[in-house]
């Protein structure tokens, strides 16, 4: 028996036509034709897609379980996004919901290289929340953002990121921006002897992101961040798998088009193709997930999975400082805290605003 990946689906249809709607989408995601149409042997009882289950959740809306052949994914990250939801996601009332994969795909895909416990290790944090904060806003020069990233190290943060607005514009060409802030963090030593880490945003072609990574690596910065669903599934993890040394940060923008649950999508998905980390909109930012949803996706990202590294979960968003004792609550330790515009708004006082963000971090118990 080939292993299967079970695909589940959330499906808005009149009870009478779901078993049908069910089984079209199995076919749809498997073999794309009239299945009276094959003959082969192996592909009808092997690769066709098969309707494993069909639940009521609520009146008109139904969670089906569809089986599909691991070998259709081929080791390719790209066709297992394909697999899973490709033409399905054409259909507006059709929701890839989760995914039960099999065993093998831990090792094939690999999942994070460094996750939570490494990007710990890089800013001396062995059981406490990370914190971290953000370039912005897009159209400052790259000295200007060096400052900013000044001010940010002074007050002790542990990662300071691109705003995903970065790439490689005139304004602040990628090199200019490695450079100048590389240069600043080097010579600003963060209170308690650590040194804050900058990552930058990565964009472009492949080729271009390759030597985007290199500039990184040579100015001695360890850690970037990538966005899945710009810059593609394959594309990601294949810089995963050629830089070792590197963590990657996942951004999720562009997760909202799918219609794919964020924490199959942002926890899972992400995680497994390399995401060391993972950010994602809180609750009661400037977005609408349901609490429920974010602790989906912190669980998710972190659950023990046998082969996967814990993925950081880094709940932002329009998130202010009053809300950190409210976020370590609801989230634990297990994560990065992403504080950027309420922290920029402290302007001449961004050192101390900073310095009062990571001091309540730190004061929050852990093991």
Same mark, same amino acid.
Not at 30 to 46: G, H, K, L, Q
Not at 175 to 187: D, G, Q
Not at 323 to 337: C, I, S
């Given at each position: 028996m080939q292993p299967r990946l079970q695909a589940i689906y959330h499906i808005r249809s009149d009870a009478p036509a #779901?078993?049908?709607?069910?089984?079209?989408?199995?076919?749809?995601?498997?073999?794309?034709?009239? @299945? $009276?149409?094959? =003959? /082969?042997?192996?592909?009808?009882?092997?690769v066709v897609g098969r309707v494993e289950a069909i639940a009521e959740k609520e009146r008109g809306l139904f969670e089906v379980r569809i089986? &599909?052949?691991?070998? =259709?994914?081929?080791?390719? %990250?790209?066709?297992?996004? !394909?697999?899973?939801?490709? !033409? +399905?996601s054409l259909h507006d009332n059709v929701v890839l919901h989760d995914v039960e994969l099999p065993a093998e795909f831990a090792e094939a895909f690999g999942g994070p290289r460094h996750g939570l416990h490494g990007l710990r290790r890089r800013v001396g944090a062995p059981a406490r929340a990370l914190t971290c904060s953000a370039l912005k806003p897009q159209g400052l020069p790259a000295a200007k953002l060096a400052e900013l990233a000044r001010g940010f190290a002074q007050g002790g943060i542990d990662y300071i990121k691109d705003d995903h607005g970065l790439a490689d514009q005139a304004y602040s060409p990628?090199?200019?921006?490695?450079?100048?802030?590389?240069?600043? &963090?080097?010579?600003?030593?963060?209170?308690?002897?650590g040194r804050a880490c900058y990552v930058p945003s990565l964009a472009g072609d492949l080729d271009r992101m390759r030597a985007q #990574?290199?500039?990184?690596?040579? %100015?001695?910065?360890?850690?970037?961040?990538?966005?899945?669903?710009?810059a593609g599934f394959a594309n990601v993890h294949r810089l995963v798998r050629e830089h070792p040394r590197v963590a990657?940060?996942?951004?999720? =923008?562009?997760?909202?088009?799918?219609?794919?649950?964020?924490?199959?999508?942002?926890?899972?998905?992400?995680?497994?193709?390399? $995401? /060391?980390?993972?950010?994602?909109? !809180?609750?009661?930012?400037?977005?609408?997930?349901?609490?429920?949803?974010?602790?989906? #996706?912190?669980? +998710?990202?972190?659950?023990?999975?046998?082969?996967?590294a814990p993925c950081v979960p880094v709940p932002a968003g329009g998130m202010t400082t009053?809300? @950190?004792?409210?976020?370590? /609550?609801?989230?634990?330790? /297990?994560?990065?805290?992403?504080?950027?515009? %309420?922290?920029?708004?402290?302007?001449?006082?961004?050192?101390?605003? +900073?310095?009062?963000?990571?001091?309540?971090v730190k004061r929050y118990p852990h093991g």
């Open positions: #779901i078993e049908a709607r069910a089984r079209a989408i199995a076919v749809e995601q498997s073999v794309e034709m009239p @299945v $009276a149409a094959i =003959t /082969d042997d192996f592909v009808r009882s092997e089986s &599909l052949a691991a070998e =259709t994914v081929g080791g390719d %990250a790209g066709q297992l996004l !394909n697999m899973l939801f490709g !033409n +399905t990628f090199e200019a921006r490695i450079e100048a802030i590389a240069s600043v &963090l080097r010579r600003v030593e963060s209170p308690g002897g #990574i290199a500039l990184a690596s040579e %100015a001695g910065i360890d850690t970037v961040m990538i966005a899945p669903m710009i990657f940060v996942a951004h999720p =923008t562009m997760a909202g088009a799918a219609r794919i649950a964020p924490p199959l999508l942002l926890g899972k998905l992400f995680r497994l193709i390399g $995401a /060391d980390a993972v950010i994602f909109p !809180n609750h009661g930012g400037r977005f609408g997930y349901s609490p429920d949803t974010c602790r989906a #996706i912190a669980r +998710t990202a972190l659950e023990e999975r046998a082969g996967l009053d809300r @950190v004792g409210e976020l370590l /609550d609801f989230y634990g330790a /297990d994560v990065m805290l992403l504080i950027g515009g %309420a922290l920029l708004e402290a302007g001449e006082r961004l050192v101390e605003a +900073t310095a009062a963000f990571v001091a309540e």
